[in-house]
């Protein structure tokens, strides 16, 4: 398996809505990474996650959660979102562990989810 | 200071023509370097990477790229564009003086082929 898969693909929620977004790989990897994508834009990181604890937050707002119950797993939390937060949310892990560079292999990326909030 | 540029936001080729979409770095440190494309509405795919050793990296769907230390460059090439390769480019660089560990993409480059 060489893939990261994340679903749903596509999600609309209201502001006041609570949603979760999921991510998976069964490559091993080490480090797994939530990017931010608006229209016409270069992904924005977001979280890292390396041995399953939570390396970097990029100030992220709270309405924001991430989680990662194992090694395979990676989910992003959602509460009380406003619409500019509607972009497309991909999902990454790397071979290596973030801390060691984590990139000599690249990136694996998912196909993201497409977020929309009304 | 940015650490990837990418000259140019739109790239348009005829189909059979040379592609070349440019990329440069600033690192204080040997980076890795690496391409990615985007088709509408998807992930980001790996085309090629430069960790070390050879300067010329062939990657997936005829594309290479050239990393050339003296001028802080790794422009991709492909040298017969298909209408499938209209896609969004981004040359992404790790790490750098600035962002660590943290892989940090360029603007990205959208490439049109023209029929």
């Known amino acids: 398996d060489t893939e990261v898969t994340q679903t749903p693909k596509h999600l609309v929620m209201g502001m006041t809505n609570k949603k979760s977004l999921k991510c998976e790989q069964h490559?091993?990897?080490?480090?797994m990474y939530w990017y931010k994508q608006k229209a016409k834009k270069p992904p924005e990181l977001m979280f890292v996650?390396?041995?399953?604890?939570?390396?970097i937050n990029e100030s992220v707002p709270s309405r924001f959660s991430p989680e990662c119950p194992n090694s395979s797993l990676l989910n992003l939390h959602l509460h009380a979102l406003q619409p500019e937060d509607s972009a497309l949310y991909l999902c990454?892990?790397?071979?290596?562990?973030?801390?060691?560079?984590?990139?000599?292999?690249?990136?694996?990326f998912g196909s993201g989810t497409r977020l929309t909030v009304v | 200071a940015q650490s990837v540029t990418q000259l140019g936001s739109h790239v348009s080729v005829s189909e059979g023509a040379l592609v070349l979409l440019r990329c440069n770095y600033s690192?204080?440190?040997?980076?890795?370097l690496f391409w990615y494309v985007q088709y509408p509405n998807q992930g980001l795919q790996l085309l090629l990477k430069?960790?070390?050793?050879?300067?010329l990296v062939k990657g997936i769907n005829g594309f290479e790229a050239e990393f050339k230390k003296s001028e802080t460059s790794f422009h991709l090439t492909k040298p017969s564009a298909h209408m499938s390769d209209a896609a969004e480019y981004f040359c992404?660089?790790?790490?750098?003086?600035?962002?660590?560990?943290?892989?940090?993409f360029g603007a990205g480059t959208i490439l049109r082929v023209k029929s």
């Open positions: 690192s204080s440190v040997p980076p890795y």
């Open positions: 990454a892990s790397s071979q290596d562990g973030f801390e060691a560079g984590g990139h000599s292999y690249g990136y694996t």
């Open positions: 490559m091993g990897h080490r480090a």
């Open positions: 996650y390396s041995y399953e604890k939570l390396s």
């Open positions: 992404a660089v790790s790490p750098s003086m600035e962002y660590g560990n943290k892989l940090v």
């Open positions: 430069y960790t070390t050793g050879a300067t």
